[in-house]
Every structure is written in C-alpha cells, then in structure tokens.
T-cell receptor, first 115, second 109 residues
Framework: NAGVTQTPKFQVLKTGQSMTLQCAQD?????MSWYRQDPGMGLRLIHY???????DQGEVPNGYNVSRSTTEDFPLRLLSAAPSQTSVYFC??????????????FGSGTRLTVV | DAKTTQPPSMDCAEGRAANLPCNHS???????VYWYRQIHSQGPQYIIH???NNETNEMASLIITEDRKSSTLILPHATLRDTAVYYC??????????FGTGTRLKVLA
C-alpha cells in the first residue's frame, strides 16, 4: 500500500494562475480532508469529504474548490492563486470503520509558493 | 468542537517521561480526545485517542481527568526521535478535526 500520495511535492505559481493539487489513497478510506499549514502555525482545515460525491467546507475554504468523484481521489483546486495561499498543503484520509478508524493517515505534503 | 489549550513548548531529558498537558474545559460528552504529532515538516502522525478512560498503546499513554476537562499525553521514555510538535484535538465528528497550534517538544540529549 502506498498510503496517501500527494503530487506535486513542490510548486511555484504566479499570482492569478490556477492549479490542482492531487491527492490519492489506496486504502479504501471514505473520509478525506485537505489542510494547509503556514510557517510556524498549526494545520487549518480547508475542505473535507465523507465519501464519493460528498464534500463540505472547513475553516478556510475561500479560494479553493474540491470534488470527490471516486473514493480514491480528492483533488484540491486553486482557482486564482494569491501570495496568501503560499503554504504547505496536506491531504489526509481515514476509514470510519475497522481498527484504524480513529487515526487519519496524512500525505507528505505539497509545498506551494505563489509569487 | 471544543477548543484546546496547550503550552507552546516543553523540554524533556532523553530517557525520561514526557508529560504533555492539554486543557479542553468545554468538551462535550460525545467528543473524543485525539493526539497527533508532527515531526519536522512531515505530515502529522496519529498517536492515541480516548473518550473517558485512560488509554495506552505502543507509542504513549493518555490520561483523561474524571471531569474530562483536561488530559495528559505521556511518552514513557522519550528519545531524540520524539522531538516534534504534539497536537491535542477534541472532536465529536470523526471526519472533521480542528488542529490548534500544539506543543513543541524538544527532547534533550
């Protein structure tokens, strides 16, 4: 199992550009989430999903869109990048059942810089 | 979700127990306490969780006070590899966690 895979690992965008951060998990987890982490800060929830076709907003959803067409994939789209979106983005997944149901598995992150 | 309060930083000598406190005085009856840690700039790692009873696993122990308003994560024999930021999270929704700023634990040789 690869766990939670995030691509790309690093990205530099110009202000106003759009892009999609990819997140894929191979553990058949129903719950998936996107977080951002600014330097020296804790993680803030952007969007989350409890299953295919179901998404909802977290603490800081503005400027981001998500979709969940399959259980495996949960892409995060930046509509028009701004310098304030410079951050490290983490994707996470978990199953609501089974022995691992209480612990989210996190990806290794995407480091995004907007200039 | 209940708000949590953690000290911003702590030091611990290698080989000693590290006791990390968390205050969650507004916790509701159906909310669990979860602990995660983040080593360097990696993705956070789940450590342990509990509802009202004390819990222990291969990584740590979790002590929750009887009134559930605070808890303590115990790393029984801290090593240098335990240097990390530790997050205490209280949530009644299994699919939605709100992270605070955590405690930066430094294990000293």
């Amino acid at each position: 199992n690869a766990g939670v895979t995030q691509t790309p690992k690093f990205q530099v965008l110009k202000t106003g550009q759009s892009m999609t951060l990819q997140c894929a998990q191979d553990m058949n987890h129903e719950y998936m989430s996107w977080y951002r982490q600014d330097p020296g800060m804790g993680l803030r929830l952007i969007h989350y999903s409890v299953g295919a076709g179901i998404t909802d907003q977290g603490e800081v959803p503005n400027g981001y869109n998500v979709s969940r067409s399959t259980t495996e994939d949960f892409p995060l789209r930046l509509l028009s990048a701004a310098p304030s979106q410079t951050s490290v983005y983490f994707c996470a997944s978990r199953s609501p059942t089974g022995p691992s149901r209480y612990g989210y598995t996190f990806g290794s992150g995407t480091r995004l810089t907007v200039v | 979700d209940a708000k949590t309060t953690q000290p911003p930083s702590m030091d611990c000598a290698e080989g000693r127990a590290a006791n990390l406190p968390c205050n969650h005085s507004t916790i509701s009856g159906n909310e669990y306490v979860y602990w995660y840690r983040q080593i360097h700039s990696q993705g956070p790692q789940y450590i342990i969780h509990g509802l009202k009873n004390n819990e222990t696993n291969e990584m740590a122990s979790l002590i929750i006070t009887e009134d559930r308003k605070s808890s303590t994560l115990i790393l029984p024999h801290a090593t240098l590899r335990d240097t990390a930021v530790y997050y205490c999270i209280v949530s009644g929704m299994a699919y939605k966690y709100i992270f605070g700023t955590g405690t930066r634990l430094k294990v000293l040789a």
